[in-house]
């Protein structure tokens, strides 16, 4: 499909479409900081109230697959910009490529989160299905516990809707649908990329990096 | 103007038939019947709780109902008259009708997108009914943590799954309009030509993106804190239940004015059409609403006063409360002053407005005593908060709604409605208002505290009276059922302007086609430009 076959009829022309279609991405976007900020401002704080407990509960965690996990995530950022930048070229071979290597980045990141989890289970740190605490503070330690396995599931989550939607766009791409006037789905598709990407940028220090200094 | 009104030959209604034509349509005025539907059977199930309440609050004695059963019928009335009547009412029934109409659009800019928010109501409808099916919840509408988390063995997981479900449907719809406000608007219609009505729509769909999610959220941790037993609001483990209240208020203040700003908005367009005047001061009231969403965010903590928060933050808000009090005053204000030397007509649509005026103020200035530090500590949790915030859910959003469905049934199915009937319902519904929760503030003064199905005897007169006018209440919201489905099919044909009144919706034919407009309308004129030559009114009778 080339140009006014991808105009909806509510539309008066593809520009409008487009700005219909980014402006509300943004929107979106701004109720997901509100959905992950409730979260935030819990862990805020208790963070506060309780500094000492979640500095210590934070060497629980595993640092280096956490550095990892952030390269990985923001390399995926960046083969995400290329299949957009590719999309607005209209170059179609490029654009599914660097879909599917986003793809591929995001769902190393969720095979690196598991393994965290994994590993959590086995050490008994799992709130609520397994865990056994001797150190000071076990409370608030599992307190910290629950905020890392809320925030990072919930952004596991996001990630995995973020494969499906690239999944989709490569197949539309495969199919010919994109062209260099019709490209807003890819586009928004990857505002909502480098939205996961920028949450997981707050939730790592937060999580990991607060026990080091 | 043609002599003889009739039905247009097609229209968004006979357009195709069949339940499919239905259950597949991307026509946002279709999607709206639908919404009308749901929220109209979800209204009369939240009610039937409602009834049973005040039933068993005719005697001081708990004797028809356990105290049990008594605390899932408040829980049930809660839920479903927030979340899935008042909340949808206006935006997804009207606002969804008429927000592309009054910009001249062809549709919402995101027509699947819309169909999809109603099946996600719906899905989200289907889990809080069968919570009342399996057993109902306990919690009141407010799952206040422990008890919520930790204590109840009632449905809670659902039914949070059901509320955390229509949320998502709100916030598409809110997306939906915010987008479609901003970029569909017909050429020449610039923010200041823009009827009130759609700014209100705008400054709630702001407050719906914004807080639902926090919400959203919230609730999810009450349903984890349930299942696992883990627990961010539990103290045994350093958890806080004031944070839910906190969150769950950041919420749930705001959510008033996601209920009452919609309903403003009608009232706007209401004044104006019926005393044939522009609205006194336009853009106070536009930015009235927009101040309403912003400080509306702030002002949270007032329901907190006896929680055990600091003293000091209560201070603040209750200096916020009394700020937000100034634009809704700004509000009636205006709509008084566009009353003056008017010609007003008193059709039945303006009763509900007048009602709307009346009732809101009491609400809102009963809203200031509870803003007052001192005077909360005296009323928190009795019927005088009942009390006032019926005023302004029902005696506000309710008459809101129901003036705007009689405004606009002309418009949405071509006929009109028997007059009389509308205005003998309209005025049993203002006096069996006041007769129910007029005496619910005398109650609550004296000491009567909320949720509770006993009271000592001396309470009784005025218990009985509140049921009475509930009696009436209820059966003026029957009347309005039974006519306006009998004005669908056998009401005299409307013409496209039955009320001579402004704004692009009464430009295109009753019931409008498919697209709404013949061509896009061009807009030259600010909105409510009564006064001017009659001729300029297109249309009418």
Redesign the interface.
């Given at each position: 499909m080339e140009g006014n076959g991808a105009l909806a009829e509510q539309f008066d022309d593809l520009a409008q479409q487009h700005e219909a279609a980014s402006l509300g991405m943004w929107v979106f976007l701004v109720t997901e900081i509100l959905f992950f900020g409730g979260l935030f401002a819990g862990y805020t704080v208790y963070r506060a109230t309780y500094s000492e407990a979640f500095r210590e509960a934070s060497h629980h965690l595993d640092l280096l697959l956490g550095s990892i996990n952030t390269a990985v995530l923001i390399t995926s950022s960046l083969t995400m910009a290329f299949a957009v930048h590719n999309a607005q070229e209209g170059r179609r071979r490029a654009l599914i490529v660097f879909l599917l290597l986003t793809m591929i980045i995001g769902a190393v990141f969720l095979g690196i989160k598991v393994t965290e989890y994994a590993h959590k289970y086995e050490q008994d740190l799992v709130p609520g299905i397994r865990f056994a605490y001797g150190g000071p503070h076990p409370g608030q330690v599992q307190l910290f516990l629950i905020f890392y396995f809320v925030m990072t599931s919930l952004h596991a989550l996001h990630l995995t809707i973020g494969i499906g939607l690239l999944g989709v766009l490569a197949f539309l791409a495969w199919r010919g649908h994109f062209s260099a006037d019709y490209y807003a789905p890819v586009e928004t598709s990857g505002l909502y990329w480098h939205f996961i990407d920028i949450v997981w940028i707050f939730l790592f220090p937060l999580l990991y990096l607060i026990g080091t200094h | 103007m043609s002599p003889t009104i009739a039905i247009p030959r097609e229209h968004y209604l006979n357009v195709s038939y069949g339940v499919k034509s239905w259950l597949f349509t991307t026509d946002h005025k279709r999607i709206a019947l639908l919404y009308l539907t749901t929220i109209t059977l979800l209204f009369f199930v939240g009610g039937a709780a409602a009834v049973l309440m005040r039933l068993e609050l005719m005697t001081p004695q708990g004797d028809l109902v356990q105290s049990e059963t008594y605390n899932k019928l408040f829980s049930t009335h809660g839920i479903i008259m927030v979340w899935f009547f008042l909340i949808p009412s206006i935006p997804t029934v009207l606002g969804n009708f008429l927000v592309p109409m009054m910009i001249g659009?062809?549709?919402?800019?995101?027509?699947r997108l819309n169909l999809a928010s109603w099946y996600i109501f719906i899905l989200g409808s289907l889990f809080t009914l069968w919570v009342i099916v399996v057993g109902g919840v306990d919690t009141g509408w407010t799952f206040y943590t422990p008890y919520s988390s930790i204590y109840t063995n009632t449905f809670v997981v659902a039914a949070v799954v059901g509320i955390f479900i229509v949320g998502f449907s709100s916030?598409l719809t809110a997306?939906?309009f915010?987008?479609?406000i901003?970029?569909?608007r017909a050429p020449g219609l610039t923010w200041f030509r823009l009827p009130l009505f759609i700014w209100a729509q705008y400054a709630t769909s702001m407050i719906i993106?914004?807080?639902?999610?926090?919400l959203?959220?919230?609730l999810s941790?009450v349903a984890?804190e349930h299942?696992?037993?883990?627990?961010?609001f539990d103290p045994?483990?350093?958890?806080?239940p004031i944070?839910f209240q906190h969150?769950f208020w950041?919420y749930s203040h705001p959510a008033v004015y996601i209920m009452v700003l919609p309903a403003m908005g009608v009232v706007s367009e209401l004044i104006t059409a019926f005393s044939r005047k522009r609205i006194f001061g336009y853009s106070f009231i536009a930015f009235s609403s927009i101040a309403i969403a912003v400080i509306g965010f702030f002002v949270w903590g007032h329901h907190m006063f006896v929680s055990g928060q600091s003293v000091y933050a209560s201070m603040i808000f209750s200096f916020l409360s009394m700020l937000v009090a100034i634009p809704s005053a700004v509000k009636v204000f205006n709509w008084t002053a566009t009353l003056y030397k008017g010609s007003i007509s008193y059709q039945s649509p303006m009763l509900y407005a007048l009602g709307f005026i009346g009732l809101f103020t009491i609400g809102g200035l009963t809203g200031l005593f509870l803003a007052s530090l001192g005077v909360d500590i005296h009323v928190t949790d009795t019927y005088f908060v009942i009390a006032h915030f019926h005023y302004i859910m029902v005696g506000g959003s309710v008459m809101g709604y129901l003036g705007g469905i009689h405004y606009w049934f002309p418009k949405i199915t071509g006929r009109m409605y028997p007059e009389g009937w509308a205005k003998f319902s309209a005025l049993i519904i203002f006096a069996g208002f006041n007769l129910t929760f007029f005496p619910q503030f005398l109650l609550g003064y004296l000491g009567m505290p909320r949720r509770y199905h006993f009271y000592p005897e001396e309470f009784q007169v005025l218990n009985v009276l509140s049921s009475a006018g509930a009696s009436i209440l209820g059966l003026g919201y029957v009347v309005p059922l039974i006519y306006l489905i009998w004005a669908m099919r056998y009401g005299a044909p409307a013409g496209p302007n039955p009320w001579g009144a402004t704004g692009l919706e009464w430009q295109t034919s009753s019931p409008p086609p498919t697209?709404n407009f013949e061509e896009t309308p061009v807009v030259t004129q600010e909105a409510y430009a009564y006064g001017m030559p009659e001729e300029d009114l297109k249309g009418g009778r």
């Open positions: - | 659009a062809r549709d919402l800019a995101f027509p916030i997306l939906n915010i987008v479609t901003h970029i569909m993106i914004l807080a639902t999610p926090v959203a959220i919230t941790l984890l299942l696992f037993g883990i627990g961010i045994a483990l350093g958890g806080d944070l969150l950041f697209h």
